[in-house]
């Protein structure tokens, strides 16, 4: 009963607790430590693979991303090599005088333990050489990229200055029509000034003109 009212107390005393990784409110600090145990993504933890080179901190809803580094790849390697060293070692401690013909049951699995590393591995091996190549296509899929992203820009500028050359050119074009227009109107008139004071009457298509009136 004592340690009941102790408990009670204990939650009483920590209520509305927030966990620091994700500021989220508790009513009590049982159910803070429950959350922060196996519930929160956002609480930080250390790498599983942290004696074997990955010392990065991860957030606990990432661990998936995570373990698809770099970082944690080359890790993955090292406790390989260092677990198919130890295999090796205790191989070589056994003393072939004490097997007998009758097949040694720690033997036979210690040895199917060395061939599953074995192909762990070179599995591992594998994936990281596919990783870097991987890396490598990207990086170059990146540089093609930002050249044709230059190039696109390049062409839409010089589509743009050949659109305003065009506009420029058809502007002059239409200022030079109004002036030609404008001087054959003025040599018309100078064309039928009288300087003696004898009118001048140009007849256009006398031609056509005789032409009709011989018919009528």
């Known amino acids: ?8 107390y204990f939650d009483q005393s920590h209520s509305n607790s927030k966990c620091q990784y994700c500021n ?19 609480e930080t933890v250390d790498c599983l693979l942290k004696d074997f080179g990955c010392n990065e901190q991860i957030i606990h809803g990432k661990v998936s991303e995570h373990y698809v580094t770099q970082q944690h790849q080359h ?11 130890q295999l090796n070692d205790t191989q070589m401690e056994i003393d072939p005088s004490q097997t007998t013909t009758t097949t040694n049951p720690a033997i036979a699995h210690l040895q199917e333990v ?19 190549h991987f890396n ?3 990086l170059r899929v990146q540089i093609q990229l930002q050249t044709l992203t230059e190039n696109i820009r390049q062409v839409k500028q010089s589509i743009e200055e050949s659109h305003s050359f065009l506009e420029g050119f058809k502007l002059n074009q239409d ?6 227009s ?23 298509n006398v031609k056509e003109k005789m ?4 018919g009528d």
């Open 114 to 132: 060395h061939e599953v590393v074995n192909v762990l591995s070179n599995g591992l091996e594998t994936l990281n050489d596919d990783n870097q």
């Open 175 to 180: 200022i030079l029509g109004q002036d030609v």
């Open 24 to 42: 989220q409110q508790f009513d009590s600090h049982n159910k803070l430590n429950e959350h922060q145990l196996s519930q929160c993504q956002q």
């Open 211 to 214: 032409g009709r009136l011989l």
């Open 75 to 85: 890790a993955v390697l090292n406790a390989t090599h260092q677990m198919k060293l």
């Open 1 to 8: 009963m004592n340690f009941r009212k102790s408990d009670e």
């Open 182 to 204: 404008s001087l054959k109107e003025k040599i018309n008139d100078l064309q039928n000034v009288s300087y003696d004071g004898t009118f001048i009457w140009k007849i256009i």
């Open 136 to 138: 490598n296509e990207l």
